[in-house]
């Protein structure tokens, strides 16, 4: 047994180093002693020879303990040979259990200590920097000061202020002479605080440990000395040495890495932003959800490693090349093109129609209400999509910018787009329907450098203090420009009433496409069905060939006129020629679409083509009673329907053609990341009759669709396979697949794990035919005693029972031993949740016994079943199991899940 000091570190990590100063703040010929963690000795037992150090540099109130998951991952990291890792988690100075020198150390000091420390350890390279608060001030301090060792730098919540930004309110607070001496040293408070900002709360015997070097006021005067070091001001004796720093780092042409928890009261994501613009190299990830103690709320050693042999080991990659994402090499198909071959911008269609007075874009709700219909013709739209270029050009928009778009779809979103597309400006679309907080999660995330939203969006922004530069889509008045800190209006752009120069590099682009095809065009948000909201990032090159798919798949094409029903196909209208036509509805809520708005809308514009959701179609057939004549005319002109978003029951598609029967019906399959991936008819959905899953045809134009197989223990292989009846997550490539995940390096070297293909999540099975069938999602899947089980096939047939409305089956229990669970919505709804009535339970497990040799150990029964709040229609197993798991151990049933009653803040 490893005898350990503390909790997760081995006795034979600790060692002391003396180590002679070279520092301003010690006299000539002084040394002092160090304590470190250090698992070189461990290396050497084992034979192994490290391939570099990393270097961990601690923050205020920690020690080296903070990077004690390193060091225990350090001697098998390294995938196909390019590791281990020698780790040296170093205590500063008069911190953690190095010795107290009785001097006021500042932050030119800490950095030379740092500096004599790996002269006395030898230590030449290649070294990788790891710093976290403000150990990644010193942390990178070093590396500017030491390039020739320098071989990568890895941050984790720290920042190099100044960068235009005031101190934050925690360290204002804990500088105050009135709290400072007794908040950091004569008491524990400090210390008390940090640990309290866990998420998770640190256990009992972690707490322990990071307080064990502080136990003492005498102990803890490092700790002060530390906060009153921080320089507030450039009158602050450490001012000229943190500007040395974050000015030094702009030129460090090594590979970086930055790890972030969002949750930090101190260190919050404008200082990420503001690391991304001085080291633009760098790969990001976002943990949501985790805060300021990041090495202790989640895993870093794994990405770190990871990290370490795809970029270091191998050999740094050039500078600038991961966009601050990490992008992964793939080599997928490529792009339906242009007849010529080449690549044709999203503008090519409006700017060819610019002189054609007929309907482009029909908003049948515009943002005045009471005003009905409104309309602009193509060459209306192609000159207010010119004037507002030049509007958010004079207001500072470069290409590049990130804009967020808080603004329901119709006119004016259609307009912002295509302005923001011909600056080269980076559109930032997250939907209103993820709710206050999920919207907040996300454009913090995205980090944007303008804002132009709705007076609700603006007022939601000034709350929860989202980041750029504020324009109001209407005129407001002083008082509430001020209150909403409103820099510009929409009209005052489009009226040319802010001034500035058009010339340079603001200038729209006058062939209407961005300078560079490859350039990021648009950061799109998944629904949030699976989590937290996802930045999907596009290039001007990716949603071209997203529009060039659309349009080769389904014969859409100029003439084309097209109700758009659902929010993502309301902005590919102009790009793909056709005229479109947003209906009267919330579009954060699928299932406020009616059949009257929908025969409305279709009527507006003479309408050939509809998209719309599974929600939206359902609440239209629930409301197709109130059609008169001219409505159901209307839709029977109707020669498309596609419905996506989420897979759709044959008996509802059934019902739909009947309300347009001149259309041929389609559900293609895709998600944010590539849509469409695959198509199916009507007709082709009964040919394929039941099976194993929800059939969702074959491939769309220029697509490859293959499965990694699941492992009997629930996990995925690697390689892509194209045989029948092989059940595994989905595998697609095409050239219209997004180019990363945005600021989650680890999410995007996941995703594209398997070289040229994007790993969907989803599991599924090519049939003999080559249709595509997907099964569920792979976080859902059940893994039983008897095997692997896929959900969506019991989930049919448990709807087949009398009584029963939507199901879904989840799993309860520990991974392997699971046992299956139905929970279904009653018709009638159920008064409370709970156990199913004992005839219904008997005919829901015998319907599924039957079809699929599934036993189910339960069935429970609610009201309504947790959806997505995008399309209403994905089903929330995760949340489902989790209550599930409550009932059948003894809890209450209660609610099992909260209400969605956030308003959304831009419809």
């Known amino acids: 047994m490893v005898a350990e000091l503390w909790p997760g570190v081995p006795a034979a990590w600790s060692r002391r180093a003396r180590v002679p100063s070279t520092a301003a703040a010690d006299p000539a010929g002084s040394s002092h002693t160090w304590h470190l963690l250090d698992n070189a000795d461990d290396l050497a037992a084992r034979g192994l020879t490290p391939v570099g150090t990393l270097l961990c540099v601690h923050g205020n109130p920690t020690w080296s303990y903070l990077w004690r998951s390193l060091l225990a991952a350090a001697a098998g990291s390294g995938p196909g040979g390019r590791g281990p890792w020698r780790v040296v988690a170093v205590d500063q100075l008069d911190m953690g259990f190095s010795q107290r020198t009785g001097a006021f150390r500042r932050l030119e000091d800490r950095i030379t200590d740092l500096g004599d420390l790996t002269a006395a350890l030898d230590l030449d390279g290649p070294v990788v920097t790891v710093g976290h608060d403000w150990g990644g001030i010193i942390s990178l301090g070093w590396a500017t000061r030491h390039r020739r060792q320098l071989a990568g730098a890895v941050l984790a919540n720290t920042a190099v202020p100044p960068a235009g930004f005031d101190l934050p309110a925690p360290l204002q607070l804990a500088l105050h002479p009135a709290v400072h001496r007794w908040g950091t040293t004569t008491?524990?408070?400090?210390?008390?605080?940090?640990?309290?900002?866990?998420?998770?709360?640190l256990s009992r015997d972690v707490r322990s440990a990071f307080m064990a070097p502080y136990r003492s006021s005498a102990r803890r005067q490092g700790v002060g000395n530390f906060v009153a070091d921080i320089p507030a001001d450039p009158s602050h004796p450490s001012w000229p040495a943190l500007e040395e720093v974050s000015g030094g780092i702009r030129s460090l042409q090594v590979p970086a890495l930055l790890l972030w928890g969002p949750q930090d009261p101190v260190f919050s994501d404008r200082y990420l932003r503001d690391l991304m613009g001085r080291l633009p190299q760098a790969d990001v990830h976002r943990f949501e959800g985790a805060g300021h103690l990041l090495p202790e709320d989640v895993d870093i050693a794994g990405p770190v490693f990871g990290w370490l042999a795809a970029n270091v080991a191998a050999g740094p990659r050039a500078a600038g090349s991961g966009r601050g994402t990490g992008t992964a090499p793939r080599a997928a198909e490529p792009a339906p093109q242009a007849a010529d071959g080449g690549f044709r911008p999203m503008l090519a269609e409006l700017d060819a129609r610019r002189q054609e007075q007929t309907p482009a874009v029909v908003d049948m709700a515009p943002l005045v209400p009471g005003t009905g219909p409104a309309t602009l013709t193509w060459a209306e739209l192609a000159a207010r999509v010119d004037r507002l270029a030049a509007g958010l050009a004079a207001a500072g928009v470069r290409a590049g910018d990130r804009v967020s778009l808080l603004v329901p779809p119709g006119i004016e979103l259609t307009s912002l787009v295509y302005a923001c597309l011909r600056l080269g400006a980076v559109i930032v679309v997250a939907d209103a329907g993820l709710g206050a907080r999920g919207l907040s999660r996300a454009i913090k995330g995205a980090g944007p450098a303008y804002l132009v939203g709705i007076e609700r969006a603006l007022a939601a922004a000034r709350l929860f203090g989202w980041p750029g530069v504020r324009i109001s889509v209407e005129e407001l008045g002083s008082t509430k420009r001020r209150l909403y800190g409103v820099a510009h209006s929409v009209p005052g752009l489009e009226a040319g009433r802010h001034g500035g120069s058009l010339r340079g590099a603001g200038a729209p682009h006058p062939s209407g496409g961005p300078a560079d095809p490859d350039a990021d065009a648009a950061v799109l948000f998944t629904s949030g069905s699976t989590g937290p909201a996802k930045g999907v990032v596009y290039t001007h090159r990716q949603l071209a060939a997203m529009r060039d798919t659309l349009r080769q798949t389904y014969g859409l094409r100029a003439g084309t006129a097209l109700v758009a029903g659902f929010a993502p196909f309301a902005l590919l209208g102009p790009a793909l020629g056709a005229t479109s036509v947003t209906p009267d509805m919330d579009v954060?809520?699928?299932?406020t679409l009616t059949a009257a708005a929908l025969a409305d809308a279709a009527a507006a514009v003479g309408a050939t083509a509809v998209f719309a959701s599974p929600a939206a179609l359902a609440n239209v057939l629930a409301t197709a009673r109130a059609l008169d004549?001219?409505?159901?005319?209307?839709?029977?002109?109707v020669e498309l329907l596609l419905s996506a978003g989420a897979p759709i029951p044959e008996p509802l598609l059934a019902r739909v053609q009947a309300l347009v029967p001149a259309a041929s019906l389609h559900t293609p399959y895709g998600m944010t990341e590539v849509l469409p991936v695959t198509d199916i008819s009507l007709e082709q959905i009964r040919a394929?009759?039941?099976?194993?899953?929800?059939?969702v045809g074959t491939p769309v134009a220029g697509t490859r669709v293959a499965i990694a197989a699941l492992r009997p223990d629930g996990t995925v292989a690697d390689d892509p396979d194209t045989a029948p009846d092989v059940t595994g997550e989905i595998l697609v490539s095409a050239g219209h697949v997004?180019?990363?995940?945005?600021?989650l390096w680890i999410t995007q070297q996941h995703?594209?794990?398997v070289p040229g293909w994007h790993r969907t999540g989803d599991v599924g099975h090519l049939d003999a035919?080559?249709?595509l069938w997907v099964e569920g999602r792979l976080g859902h899947i059940l893994t039983t005693a008897d095997g692997v089980r896929t959900p969506v096939a019991a989930e049919q047939l448990a709807e087949t029972a009398g009584g029963t409305g939507r199901a879904a089956v989840v799993g309860v229990g520990p991974a392997g031993a699971q046992v299956a669970v139905a929970v279904v919505e009653t018709v009638p709804p159920a008064r409370a949740a709970g156990p199913a009535p004992q005839d219904l339970a008997q005919e829901v497990r015998a319907a599924v016994l039957d079809g699929t040799g599934l036993e189910l150990a339960a069935v429970l029964a609610v009201r309504d079943l947790p959806t997505d709040i995008r399309h209403n229609s994905k089903i929330d197993r995760t949340a489902l199991a989790a209550w599930a798991?409550?009932?059948l151990a003894g809890g209450k049933a209660g609610r099992p899940w909260p209400r969605r009653t956030e308003r959304a803040v831009c419809s």
């Open 885 to 887: 798991s409550r009932l």
């Open 751 to 753: 995703s594209a794990s």
């Open 629 to 637: 004549r001219p409505q159901r005319d209307a839709l029977a002109r």
């Open 769 to 771: 035919g080559g249709r």
């Open 688 to 695: 394929a009759g039941t099976g194993n899953g929800v059939c």
């Open 187 to 201: 008491s524990d408070a400090f210390l008390r605080v940090t640990h309290g900002l866990a998420r998770p709360a």
């Open 588 to 591: 954060t809520a699928p299932r």
């Open 738 to 743: 997004k180019a990363r995940y945005d600021r």
